[in-house]
């Protein structure tokens, strides 16, 4: 089975930075894409930055300049160093994986559980 194990979150003060950690563990051929998603209270999941195995990335235009995703391919984990935080930022993150468990089988989606970010002001 394959397993995604999310960690860094916390309480900071507006302006601040953490770094969050995503570690795939379990049988893994290949992971092609990952992504770090974010919920709120009151709110839906919504993609907050993407990196794919060619290297590109994309964001949400509420965290350009301040969120950065990047992965350590030889610890199968992702990152994501988010700095200059606003209360706004305050949500669950859970990071996405598309990994193919084998080169026989097509590539499936896996979340993590989750860990609470909270921004105060």
């Known amino acids: 089975q394959v397993q995604l194990v999310e960690s860094g979150g916390g309480l900071v003060q507006a302006g601040g930075s953490l770094r969050l950690s995503c570690a795939a563990s379990?049988?893994?051929?290949?992971?092609?894409?990952f992504s770090w998603y974010r919920q709120a209270p009151g709110n839906q999941r919504e993609l907050v930055a993407g990196?794919?195995?060619?290297?590109?990335?994309n964001y949400a235009d509420s965290v350009k300049g301040r969120f950065t995703i990047s992965r350590d391919n030889a610890k199968n984990t992702v990152y994501l160093q988010m700095n200059s935080l606003k209360p706004e930022d305050t949500a669950v993150y859970y990071c996405?994986?598309?990994?193919?468990?084998?080169?026989?089988?097509?590539?499936?989606?896996?979340w993590g559980q989750g860990t609470q970010v909270t921004v105060s002001s």
């Open positions: 990196l794919r195995s060619v290297g590109s990335t």
């Open positions: 379990g049988r893994i051929f290949s992971i092609n894409d």
């Open positions: 996405n994986a598309r990994i193919q468990r084998t080169m026989f089988r097509v590539e499936e989606i896996y």
